[in-house]
C-alpha cells in the first residue's frame, strides 16, 4: 500500500510539483492524496489541480488563533486517510499539540544544511556568514523551526559572484532531487528515528566529498 502522503504549502510549490512527479512513476512508494494550502492565491495549487489530486485551501485567516487553525488541518488530514504530512514552503507554525499528534510523521525541506541558518532568507544567512558550501536538508519536523532528525542532505558550493536569488536557485535544484528520494526512503520503511536521529543503511559513498575551492 502506498504510503498516504498530504502536501502542505503556502506558494510557489515546486517542491510540490517534484514530489507529485515522483509519486506518478508506478513503482514509487507514496501517493499524494491532497494538497493543503493556507493561502487561495498559491500557485502551487495549480500542480495539483492539473494533477487531479485534491486541492485545499483552508485559510489561516479564517481562525481565531493557532489551536483553531490547526483542529482544521488535522481534521482535514485525519478525514482524508494522511499517514504522512510533506511540508513544501507552507509558511505557518504548528502548535506543539499538532506537532506530538504527527510525531515523526511529518517531513520539512529547508534550503540550508541544517542545523545551520534556520529560519527565514536560509540562503543569504549562509551568503553573509561566508560559507563555502551551501545545501539543502529535508528532516523530520520537531516543534522548534527547521528542527527534527534529518533524512537526506545536498550540498552545492557557493560560487565568487553569487547573489542570494543564485545560490536559492542552485539550492533549489538540489532539493527537487533530495525531496523524492527522502520520501522514497521513509514510505518504504527504510529509515527509523530514534532519538533526535534517523537511523538508515542508505549511504553515500565515502569518497563522494565536494570541495570549494577545489582540491588542485
Ligand atoms: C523552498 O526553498 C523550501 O526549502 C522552503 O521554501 C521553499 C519552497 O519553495 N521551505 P517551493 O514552494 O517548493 O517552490
Known sequence: MHMQTAVLISGRGSNLATLID???SPDFPAEIICVISNRENAPGLAFAESAGIAAVVIPHTAYSNREAFDAAINKELVSRGAELICLAGFMRLFTAKFMKQWQDR???????????????????????????????????????????????????????????????????????????????????????????????????????????????
Open 22 to 24: 515522483a509519486c506518478n
Open 106 to 216: 511529518i517531513l520539512n525541506v529547508h534550503p540550508a544544511l541544517l542545523p545551520s541558518f534556520k529560519g527565514l532568507n536560509a540562503q543569504q544567512q549562509a551568503l553573509d556568514a561566508g560559507v563555502r558550501i551551501a545545501g539543502c536538508t529535508v528532516h523530520f519536523s520537531r516543534y522548534d523551526t527547521d528542527s527534527g532528525p534529518i533524512v537526506a542532505q545536498a550540498a552545492v558550493p557557493v560560487l565568487p559572484n553569487d547573489n542570494a536569488a543564485m545560490l536559492s536557485e542552485r539550492i533549489l535544484k538540489a532539493e527537487h532531487r533530495i525531496y523524492p528520494l527522502a520520501l522514497r526512503l521513509v514510505a518504504e520503511g527504510r529509515v527509523r528515528v530514534v532519538g533526535d536521529q534517523v537511523i538508515t543503511d542508505e549511504a553515500a559513498e565515502p569518497s563522494h566529498a565536494l570541495f570549494n575551492p577545489p582540491q588542485r
